[in-house]
Nanobody, 127 residues
Framework: QLQLVESGGGLVQPGGSLRLSCAASGFTLDYYTVGWFRQAPGKEREGVSCISSSDGSTYYGDSVKGRFTISRDNAKNTVYLQMNSLKPEDTGVYYC????????????????????WGQGTQVTVSS
């Protein structure tokens, strides 16, 4: 069964940090562009950050630039999202995604050409 499983969400105070992990099973992430989306209550799902399979190029949404860092460990078949200086507006459900082929980070994060979605992990930033 092909799936993406997120972990690492939780409750954190403003200014704090969290690291999300996404482990793939049933397929290898080596040839997939992968990324993270989030959905806040009452808002559309948005692309947060993506990383390509080919050259390691990355995409970050404007609201997270300088605070979030995406990385991948193909040996562990896992992608990570390090989130620092968290703000209340970062609250939402975070979803791991993957798209195969030679898709760019823009294709995934901006145009949402997604092959697989994870089930999501809740991140709450609150004092």
């Amino acid at each position: 069964q092909l799936q993406l499983v997120e972990s690492g969400g939780g409750l954190v105070q403003p200014g704090g940090s969290l690291r999300l992990s996404c482990a793939a099973s049933g397929f290898t992430l080596d040839y997939y562009t992968v990324g993270w989306f989030r959905q806040a209550p009452g808002k559309e799902r948005e692309g947060v950050s993506c990383i390509s399979s080919s050259d390691g190029s990355t995409y970050y949404g404007d609201s997270v630039k300088g605070r979030f860092t995406i990385s991948r460990d193909n040996a562990k078949n896992t992608v990570y999202l390090q989130m620092n200086s968290l703000k209340p507006e970062d609250t939402g459900v975070y979803y791991c995604t993957a798209v195969g082929g030679i898709s760019t980070v823009q294709a995934l994060c901006v145009f949402r050409t997604v092959d697989y979605w994870g089930q999501g992990t809740q991140v709450t930033v609150s004092s």
